[in-house]
């Protein structure tokens, strides 16, 4: 046997036993951990059930007593310490996701609610500047310029839910009637602005329960569905 085989014998042999290593092909990857998914909560229906409680107890005082600034101290609680801060704080988490009308209305009522207090605090005095009639001509005033801006807020909405949109349009009117009648005095406005006010505290309740119960929460015969009055679109 020539020596020239032999060396072709133990190349084969040492090519069988030893790995080669391409030195041009690429690392391997290195694995990677999976990003961690954080969820938030949806803010909306602690905002909504705020409003409806505030709407719905200014409402039945109104009725009660047939003047906008009668028997306001009931309404003090409500309105400062679930609607106001509520409302404000569920304004800020809605900018925080992104979504800016949301926010907007959320943070305005919440300002609605917390001015609204305000106004029968002894501690800042506003109540005992005015006098008999001026007092409510000074309410008028101020829930005339609350009445425009949920009319704003109403048109912006159109292309929300239909309680959504119920509950604006019916706080539009209720406000209406509450200014003439501070303006006016016809308990007749006060009782029509009562009365639409619980109206849209029961629109607010529902958009606001539309979005609690849940699949995760209650039974499928108790949920509400959200009633949405168009698609998302470019129109």
Excluded at 178 to 196: C, P
Aim: include cysteine.
């Amino acid at each position: 046997m020539s020596s020239n085989s032999v060396t072709e014998k133990e190349g084969s042999k040492d090519n069988y036993y030893v790995q080669t290593v391409n030195m041009d092909s690429p690392a391997p990857p290195t694995p990677q951990m999976q990003p961690y998914q954080r969820t938030f909560g949806n803010p909306a229906p602690l905002g909504m059930l705020a409003y409806g409680t505030v709407f719905l107890c200014s409402s039945i005082l109104t009725l009660a007593s047939k003047q906008v600034g009668g028997q306001a101290n009931l309404v003090l609680v409500f309105a400062t310490f679930y609607g106001g801060i509520s409302q404000t704080l569920v304004g800020m988490w809605e900018m925080f996701l992104g979504n800016t009308f949301s926010a907007t209305v959320f943070t305005t009522y919440g300002g609605f609610n917390l001015s609204y207090g305000a106004l029968y605090l002894p501690q800042i005095g506003l109540a005992s500047v005015y006098s008999g009639q001026d007092f409510y001509n000074a309410i008028g005033i101020y829930l005339a310029i609350w009445d425009l801006i949920t009319f704003v807020f109403f048109l912006g909405a159109i292309r929300t839910t239909a309680p959504i949109v119920a509950t604006l349009g019916f706080t539009v009117c209720s406000l209406t009637c509450l200014s003439i009648n501070s303006f006016t005095g016809n308990v007749h406005f006060a009782t029509a602005g009562g009365a639409l006010g619980i109206i849209a505290s029961f629109g607010a309740y529902y958009g606001a329960l539309s979005l609690f119960w849940t699949q995760q929460t209650t039974f499928s015969f108790i949920r509400l569905p959200p009633l949405i009055t168009a698609p998302s679109s470019n129109v």
